[in-house]
């Protein structure tokens, strides 16, 4: 994991489509741009007749047509390796939720998302980390209600073996054993596990 971290290319698919779709959009702008720099002169050399003017524009016309391809396939390249690092700050972080959460599927709630200083996302880390603690306090607290219900049914057991315990000690018990599992219902009452749509 701590490789993936100077990696400029961690999930290729999602940050090749993102490549790919800021390209396509910035040779789209390109494209209009030079609809815009080249049609009005092909007019005018086109329309009007030939002078010293005309002459200029064409000189004009031909100059800028030489520097501006090259221009716009620097730029490209550019906007795609930009586009690349742009997108490793977000693939990055995607990348770490999705280990976090296979933890999660593995009932591990020990590890905690870091992020980098320039990473987006920054805010759904802070709310994935405070989940993960919400239910680790959440099944430590039930753990330890369901061990000492444990601890006192195993008392009582030994107790009725032995023969060692009145009828009113029996009922103490009980209520005792009763208690500790209505705490620990009031506890589970507070989990939604029907499955809605968000």
């Not at 993960?132 to 000492?148: I, M």
């Amino acid at each position: 994991m701590s490789n993936r971290r100077y990696r400029k290319y961690i999930d290729r698919p999602f940050q090749g489509r993102i490549a790919v779709t800021v390209v396509i959009n910035a040779m789209m702008y390109m494209f209009l741009l030079a609809l815009f720099l080249f049609v009005p002169l092909a007019y005018r050399i086109d329309h009007e007749t030939v002078s010293s003017e005309m002459m200029s524009v064409g000189k004009d016309f031909i100059t800028l047509h030489e520097h501006f391809w090259p221009a716009i396939f620097v730029l490209l390249i550019l906007v795609a390796f930009q586009s690349i690092r742009l997108s490793h700050r977000i693939a990055g972080p995607i990348y770490r939720f999705k280990l976090a959460i296979q933890s999660m599927k593995k009932r591990d709630f020990s590890q905690k998302i870091t992020l980098r200083k320039k990473d987006f996302l920054v805010d759904l880390m802070k709310e994935i980390n405070e989940m993960s603690v919400s239910l680790q306090e959440t099944f430590q607290e039930l753990k330890n209600k369901n061990a000492l219900l444990g601890e006192e049914i195993d008392a009582l057991n030994h107790q009725l073996v032995e023969g060692d315990i009145s009828p009113e000690d029996l009922k103490l018990s009980l209520m005792s054993i009763q208690k500790r599992q209505t705490a620990l219902n009031q506890c589970l009452e507070g989990i939604q596990l029907d499955q809605k749509n968000v």
